[in-house]
């Protein structure tokens, strides 16, 4: 089962940039190759979510590779880049200090932390949710009914008001999944990135 997730990825923009929209964002990639910076190199889901962009989304857009979300916010901030690609824990602060606007969210619906930003699913693009989760998993022939124990152990620490609690204040988002949903959401997100993964192998 799993107890963390809704850790989304978001396309993000300068607050005073002229891209008011995504739509704003795909159709200036019609007249020049935009420039985006997201956290993490080969492999991270920041290059996933570039790839997302460009094969899936037909973006016109480079992915310009940093070490930290805070690399990424100054490279936006500074427009040095057109926009930037960050998960909802970081980008929704940066909003809220009103440095940064987000245009759109990589998941399969909109999340009460962003309840103004469209999914991109929302938007006409389909296969592109991020996945992101934290769970725990049973070593293969693992006897279902103790499968059935601890995903009851997850679902049930996921109601406790401490551990709830705790989550608010770390901003994790809390999307409790039991055994059979988070064994079918994992293999649905597995064939999505591995239909790209030849380009994840490579500096795309």
């Known amino acids: 089962g799993a107890w963390i997730g809704g ?4 396309v993000l923009v300068k607050a005073d940039s002229p891209y008011k929209t995504f739509n704003d964002l795909m159709e200036a990639g019609k007249t020049k ?8 190199g080969l ?3 920041s290059q996933l979510q570039a790839v997302f962009l460009k094969e899936k989304v037909k973006m016109n857009a480079d992915f310009i590779p940093f070490d930290s979300t805070a690399e990424v916010a100054s490279a936006v901030l500074g427009n040095h880049v057109d926009f930037g690609l960050m998960p909802v824990s970081s980008s929704a602060r940066y909003q809220k200090q009103g440095d940064i606007r987000i245009l759109a969210i ?5 999340i009460p932390e962003l309840p ?4 991109l699913e929302e938007l006409g693009y389909k296969n592109v949710v ?5 769970g725990a998993w049973a070593p293969p022939g693992t006897p279902r009914e103790i499968q059935l124990m601890y995903s009851k152990v997850i679902l049930d620490a996921c109601k406790d008001e401490a551990f709830l609690d705790w989550a608010a204040k770390g901003s994790f988002l809390i999307e409790p999944l039991g055994a ?3 064994l079918s959401v994992t293999l649905a997100d597995y064939d999505n990135i591995n239909s ?3 380009l994840l192998k490579t500096a795309k």
């Open 33 to 40: 190759k935009l420039k985006a910076a997201g956290g993490g």
């Open 7 to 10: 850790d989304y990825r978001t």
């Open 116 to 119: 103004n930003v469209p999914t």
């Open 106 to 110: 990589h998941a399969p619906h909109r």
């Open 130 to 134: 991020i996945p992101y989760g934290v």
């Open 196 to 198: 790209v993964l030849d």
């Open 43 to 45: 492999g991270s889901t």
């Open 180 to 182: 059979d949903d988070f």
